[in-house]
T-cell receptor, first 112, second 109 residues
Framework: SQTIHQWPATLVQPVGSPLSLECTVE??????LYWYRQAAGRGLQLLFY??????ISSEVPQNLSASRPQDRQFILSSKKLLLSDSGFYLC???????????FGEGSRLTVL | GEDVEQSLFLSVREGDSSVINCTYT??????LYWYKQEPGAGLQLLTY?????DMKQDQRLTVLLNKKDKHLSLRIADTQTGDSAIYFC?????????FGAGTRLTVKP
């Protein structure tokens, strides 16, 4: 069966520090991969998606970046965090196409 | 593009039925989904309905789809305290999924 994991689960970082959140999917090949951000009390905002290794599409201009170095690995990064980067980050995958999304456990980032 | 809207809060007593409503704009969505998010966790796929169906029942969950009005609802029968969570309706679009803002369901004992 397919599983998705992301880490770390909780992160407290100072403003200006770097960020790396990692997500891996097991049990499937060539998935579509996604990074969403969920601000407190609000819906989900799509940040990045990837349809294949090295293929990244950005939905929202910001100081975050994403990379997909392997088929089932998706990384969210920042060189210098801002206060506004605080939030709950969710990684997700789906089979190519328009099927349902499967989410990881989420990573809570607090920037102080 | 697709726009999905839902009310933000719902409070019910344990044992009552809960009805969470959602409206969407793009009638070409093949499937429509309901997700559940418990505190501090990711979203869990709860149920879905194919666009050519009017109703789908799965144990305590009933999904109703009114394609004419572009209205989707999730009914939870015999609501329990463990059903307290945020519920999202969602419609797939190419390379994304449009989510509503989420309805926070509070179940009072």
């Amino acid at each position: 069966s397919q599983t998705i994991h992301q880490w770390p689960a909780t992160l407290v970082q100072p403003v200006g520090s770097p960020l790396s959140l990692e997500c891996t999917v097991e049990g499937t090949s060539n998935p579509n991969l996604y990074w969403y951000r969920q601000a407190a009390g609000r819906g989900l905002q799509l940040l990045f998606y990837s349809v294949g290794i090295g293929q990244i599409s950005s939905e929202v201009p910001q100081n975050l970046s994403a990379s997909r170095p392997q088929d089932r690995q998706f990384i969210l990064s920042s060189k210098k965090l801002l206060l506004s980067d605080s939030g709950f980050y969710l990684c997700a995958w789906r089979v190519q196409g328009l099927g349902e999304l499967f989410f990881g456990e989420g990573s809570r980032l607090t920037v102080l | 593009g697709e726009d999905v809207e839902q009310s933000l809060f719902l409070s019910v007593r344990e044992g009552d039925s809960s009805v969470i409503n959602c409206t969407y704009t793009d009638s070409s969505s093949t499937y429509l989904y309901w997700y559940k998010q418990e505190p501090g966790a990711g979203l869990q796929l709860l149920t879905y309905i194919f666009s050519n169906m009017d109703m789908k029942q799965d144990q305590r969950l009933t999904v109703l789809l009114n394609k004419k009005d572009k209205h989707l609802s999730l009914r939870i029968a015999d609501t329990q305290t463990g059903d307290s969570a945020i519920y999202f309706c969602a419609a797939p679009v190419p390379n994304d999924m449009r989510f509503g803002a989420g309805t926070r369901l509070t179940v009072k004992p």
